[in-house]
């Protein structure tokens, strides 16, 4: 056993004392936020959620980056939040602007096209720009690189539970790179040739694609067709050196050359998670079923009385998304041959 356990449960010695956090392994990590200067108030909302709720006792640091020059508001009230280290980043515009082989036409009449037909974010300029910076730039901004481990945090987010053990070092000491707390279905509008893209990339690089996969929360016909299901990326944890690898690098780099941030409205969160389904084995992505979540409009509250208790939840049960209709948690969890958690049945 190791020298500080950690307490995942209240049987486990050092829960009420939160003993081995002070003197236990501190992992290489930090959280990350892209924000615009006018999120001000609304991250400083999700940062107090964080640290009341986890990082006052860990202090670990926060990254924050921006296609703008953060302003003195922005970093005097974050880093007045933060209890460890801030660091602020400028996106260099290679980043975060049309790729030389994209047809600024072509995108231009998609966008008004999709803002007839009313897809949300459709006519954005700007949210592609964030699709496709948190789908293959973040994990590589200069500040990025001294750190193994992320948590990515957005605007407007609520932490309903206490998190009493280290997600990082729960990743690290359990050998896993991706992770999540809710999953859904995309909109097909805005990802129509996604799926082209992968399996031509597939093909391309079959020394990619990982053995024991799972490819079966992605496609319920063995590949063919894409079955609309992925992790939202709003809440990340994971690891960043598997971001970096080649394997991750040649998978953004296949598809942003097929221009569907741009001609489509690809969202990072299909982008990452067919990529940790099919290049990760199943044993490297994790739920984490006791980090109780909102962003608008889902909210994952612990299924598990018990848990909830032990955690001082304060959200609603019958709020919970994982086992409704809309939801791929279920699915997640029969590809895997887990268990559900005590109280699914109850709480679906
Ligand atoms: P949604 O959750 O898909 O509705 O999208 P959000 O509006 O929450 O954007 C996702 C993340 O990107 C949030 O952390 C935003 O603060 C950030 N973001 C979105 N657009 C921009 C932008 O134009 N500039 C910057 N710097 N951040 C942005
Ligand atoms: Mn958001």
Known sequence: ????????????????????????????????????????????KSIRQVEDRFNRRYGYD??????????????????SL??????????????????????????????EDMKQRQIIYGDSISYRHMCRFESGFFFRQALMMNYDYYWRVEPSIELYCDVHYDP???????????????????????IPTLWDSVKKFMKNHPEHIAAGNSLGFLSDDGGETYNRCHFWSNFEVGSLNWLRSDQYID?????????GFFYERWGDAPVHSIAAALMLKKEELHFFNDIAYY?????????????????????????????????????FFDVNNMEKPKGWEEES
């Not at 990082?168 to 805005?190: A, C, D, G, P």
Request: glycine share 4%; with cysteine; charged share 25%.
């Open 1 to 44: 056993p190791a020298k500080f356990p950690m307490a995942m449960t209240p049987n486990d010695p050092g829960w009420n004392d939160l003993a081995g956090i002070k003197d236990g392994p501190r992992m290489n990590a930090t959280f990350v936020t892209l924000a615009r200067n006018s999120d001000v108030w609304e991250i400083a």
């Open 62 to 79: 926060w990254v924050f980056l921006n296609d703008q020059p953060f302003d003195d508001t922005f970093k005097k009230v974050t880093t």
């Open 82 to 111: 933060v209890s460890g280290k801030t660091h602020y980043g400028l996106i260099p515009e290679e980043h975060w602007s049309f790729p030389e082989w994209i047809d600024t036409d072509k995108a231009a009449k998609v966008r």
């Open 168 to 190: 990082f070092r729960y990743m690290h000491e359990n050998n896993k790179k991706y992770s999540f707390v809710l999953s859904l279905l995309e909109y097909m509008e805005t």
């Open 251 to 259: 998978y953004f780099n296949s598809l942003d050359q097929d221009g």
């Open 295 to 331: 962003h608008v409009p889902f909210t994952h509250c612990p299924t598990g009385e018990k848990t909830r208790e032990a955690l001082k939840c304060h959200c609603n049960p019958k709020e919970n998304f994982d086992w409704k209709g809309y939801s791929c948690t279920s699915k």
